[in-house]
């Protein structure tokens, strides 16, 4: 298979040319694809198959087919509908190449979610606030008709950190590697210490440093 190139910023509408073929002849599906992650200034890829080697595209991941185009997703964040919900997310986002944001999820202006991040919205929503900062391998999941996931304002997310079913309030801060389990709350300008383990039902109050597996209060911090 052979890629035809990078799209550059220029609107897909039917005329222009794009990575050297028409705009025109790609399915509407594509185009309208095509401008939303355009709208999110990331990269996307359009390859034309050469032949019918299945083995030979076997040899891409993720990608979608539509007539003889090839749309390469992992050249760029996944944002996919689930049961009919689709994310939402406000101005001046970022979302790294290969993050993945599916389902009912909502998030606010100025947030990032980085490499290889994933907020998973299938079976309960997710809420995320304003300049919420989700770091690389972080898993931020649900609780089927249980518990769903509500973050605060100013929160940073440390890398590999794992947000199940819980309420993260503003001004949080979860260390790398932590993971914070179904209806436990953490307060706000609370710090969650790498590598802790929060149980369910937890209750983090304001202010507080928490760590260790299970994680158990150490001291307040200032504001």
């Not at 979302?95 to 990032?112: H, K, L, P, R």
């Amino acid at each position: 298979m052979k890629i035809s190139g990078e799209l550059d910023e220029r609107e897909v509408n039917g005329v222009n040319e794009v990575s050297g073929l028409t705009a025109s002849k790609l399915p509407l599906e594509l185009r309208s694809s095509l401008r939303r992650y355009q709208s999110m200034q990331t990269s996307a890829f359009i390859c034309r198959a050469e032949g019918d080697n299945s083995e030979q595209r076997d040899n891409f991941n993720n990608f979608e087919r539509s007539d003889n185009f090839y749309y390469i997703v992992n050249a760029m964040p996944l944002i996919k509908t689930v049961c009919g919900k689709t994310p939402k997310w406000g101005n001046d986002c970022y979302f790294s190449a290969n993050a993945t944001i599916v389902g009912d999820v909502t998030m606010g202006d100025q947030c990032t979610v980085w490499f290889n991040a994933v907020v998973r919205g299938d079976v309960n929503y997710i809420r995320i606030g304003n300049r919420v900062n989700i770091q690389d391998g972080s898993c931020l999941h649900t609780l089927y008709q249980k518990a769903a996931l509500e973050i605060g304002d100013d929160v940073t997310i440390g890398h590999n950190v794992t947000l199940h079913g819980c309420t993260v309030h503003n001004c949080a801060l979860i260390g790398m590697g932590a993971t914070v389990l179904d209806h436990a709350d953490i307060g706000e300008g609370a710090i969650i210490a790498a590598g802790a383990l929060v149980l369910q039902n937890t209750k983090v109050g304001p202010g507080e440093l928490w760590g260790g597996v299970p994680a158990k209060f150490i001291k307040k911090v200032d504001p």
